[in-house]
């Protein structure tokens, strides 16, 4: 073909090495966007946990005993509302303990756990948060 009749265009090798290279970039970025999803998940999770123990230590101080429930602290005002755990998804998989036996005071929560199965990025499990 003369050289001013040539039709414009990318040949199939110069496609090919495109498509790899953002092949290869997507599998380098991937990863590092999953993990930060996660490490944002666990930072969510920590701060729910730290808000609800502090509303539960400000309850006791207030009211000179433990909340029955975190619905009730929800009642009460010392709580908005209470807030989902990102682990599960859901606003009642919160596990409630029991206040500690050298603790003076009555009721039914002490202290609020994740109820997420599995263990975070540092290996620690949600449990034990």
Known sequence: MPPHRRIKGFTLI???VVMAIIGLLASIVA???????ERAREASV???LAVMRDAIDKFAGDR???????DEMVQMG??????EDPLTGRRDSWVMLPPLPESSMEGGV???RSGAAGRGLD???Y???
């Open 123 to 125: 290996g620690t499990p």
């Open 127 to 129: 449990a034990s948060w």
């Open 64 to 70: 000179r005993r433990y909340p029955a429930s975190l």
């Open 31 to 37: 990863p590092r966007y999953t993990r930060s999803v």
């Open 78 to 83: 010392y709580l908005r509302s209470l807030p």
């Open 46 to 48: 920590k701060t729910s």
């Open 14 to 16: 110069e496609l090919i």
């Open 110 to 112: 002490g202290d609020v």
